[in-house]
């Protein structure tokens, strides 16, 4: 009981909203040295046995058995031809200090994936602790006085209605969810959102609709807006063609029932990838399909929590500029930090992968985070973030720093104020540009070495500005920047001349004359060594993404371009030592 009084007093003293200076700042100085310090964790024990990171201490708490419920949502007028009402089905496992009564916080995963897949081969529903993620909260928050809820957004699992791929009915869905727990008598009204991939853009989705329970977000590459996702400055991934179709047929159960799945606005996904790399700036799905699915800029504003941002660095799935990117101008990153938002980030040189994915960022090539493997995998990511759910849940312990601890390509982590940094010096390189870029042909620019004598650091979003001259309203550039001493591969630009503006908006390009390409490469954190020169190698098309339309008929002519780069200087005092252990996985 006195641990129960301890809690409400502090949950009424101390600040949860997370932005906006809407309550008073937390006099912490009681709070002082709760938890080890950033800087001392690789001094520490920790238990690296498992596939996941641990916190340094098991709580007292035991996981009470699964309960189960199912939320109706008025869905009429959502979607054309759909259902006028829906069900969102979700789990929960309480930690047992709550049959005294203690209300707690919950930590919850959205997701499709849930009894996803073809039938007969169908992953776990929400009523088995998901692996990994699920696994990783249940193990770790549960014990420390956290309820973990597992749900379903529309048409799969158990939830019923449209499978609105990341639309407006499935946020309705999700803030439906979080409203229901949020408002729970066990429930302290603190929800947070905490997944990968699609289950970090769930997290945009809730915040974009401004629950006011929902308290703070931890999306790890999660993505925040779907055109830019599919369509990096107009240049389209595969996926973007099959996209909706691919997740539709996965959530099907191949019975009369998936039609109440498919409703009439919603097969809009199935042409908008098509339509847009067929017509580019005459798409017609430009103001509504994709608009729709952008939940970042809707958030900014509505959402009143704070943001822990995990990204990795060399994520093709779910790109760097999802974070690092926007309207031409914008970073979405400092955008929330200049808005209010209490903002935290780790930035991996990791792939498609969480923090402490140990298994998974052993299979890294070089050029590819490959070279910083050694030092990546976070062993302390479960403290971490456990410290900063306990302040922005539970009012617990001082606020954390709002940092970014960022990795550069060669290992090293550091902690910088922000990222990418607002000190770096723009530093022009010297490059020659000349040729003909089309389906058979490249160009190769040669730069010169930006240092003879130290290693140049460039950190953030470097510019190629090129002057071209299209052949067809039509086309495409992809810029490889390397190493060119070592040839190790620094990073990536990819741009359809319609888009040679930046941005989200395409311009009918008239054949032959001249236009300059705003190109901004995806987030680097490089070391140039001294003496070294850079390399640019420019083709039509690179890695996952198609060649333009237009293909053999649209050649560019490259005439001429400005290399920028962000270039800083740190001296070391900020170089972050993590903990790494000598049998993990990824130092072998």
Known sequence: MRQAMTVVMLLLLLPLSGCFGETETADSDNDEGMYPSLWDRHTLEWNWSGSYARVLQDGPNDPLPVQEATISVDTSGTWEGGPNDAEVHLSYWLPSNTEAGEQVPVIAVVSPYFDYGSPGSQSSPTNVVGAGRGEFIYDNFIPHGYALAQVAVFATEESTGCFDYRGDG??????????????????????????????????????????????????????????????????????????????????????????????????????????????????????????????????????????????????????????????????????????????????????????????????????????????????????????????????????????????RNDGEWRVEETWPPLDAVWTSADCTFAGSVGSSSTVTADCAPISADRDVHISGLATLHLEVAPSFDGGQIFAELRDADSGVRFGHATMDVRYHAGGYDAQTVVPFAPVTMLMEFQGMDVLLPAGHALELVLSQSGEDYLPPACSNACPITVNGGTLTLPVIDRDGSTVLITPQGEDAANNG
């Open 170 to 407: 499935e946020g309705q869905g999700i803030h439906a969810a979080v409203e229901w727990l949020g408002t729970q008598n066990w429930s302290n009204g603190h929800v947070a959102i905490y997944g990968k991939s699609y289950e970090g853009a769930t997290a945009w989705e809730a915040a974009a609709q401004g629950s006011e329970y929902l308290k703070t977000i931890v999306p790890i590459s999660g993505t925040t807006a779907l055109g830019p996702l599919l369509y990096k400055n107009g240049s389209a991934e595969a996926r973007s063609q099959v996209m909706h179709s691919n997740y539709g047929g996965s959530i099907l159960d191949y019975d009369s029932n998936d039609l109440d799945n498919l409703c009439g606005d919603v097969l809009e996904g199935f042409l908008a990838g098509p339509t847009r790399y067929g017509l580019g700036e005459l798409d017609p799905y430009m103001d509504n399909y994709y608009d729709e699915r952008s939940h970042i800029d809707k958030a900014l504003g509505r959402y009143n929590g704070s943001i822990y941002w995990v990204q990795g660095m060399q994520d093709w799935n779910v790109d760097p500029h999802q974070v690092f990117g926007g309207p031409p101008g914008t970073n979405w990153y400092q955008a929330y930090i200049d808005a209010g938002y209490e903002v935290g980030g780790m930035l991996g040189q990791w792939e498609h992968n969480y923090p402490d994915q140990w298994v998974k960022h052993n299979a890294q090539a070089s050029g590819y985070g490959g070279e910083a493997i050694q030092n990546m995998t976070r062993w302390d990511w479960g403290q971490d973030l456990f410290e900063w759910m306990e302040y922005y849940l539970k009012g617990i312990g001082e606020p954390p720093a709002l940092h970014a601890q960022i990795q």
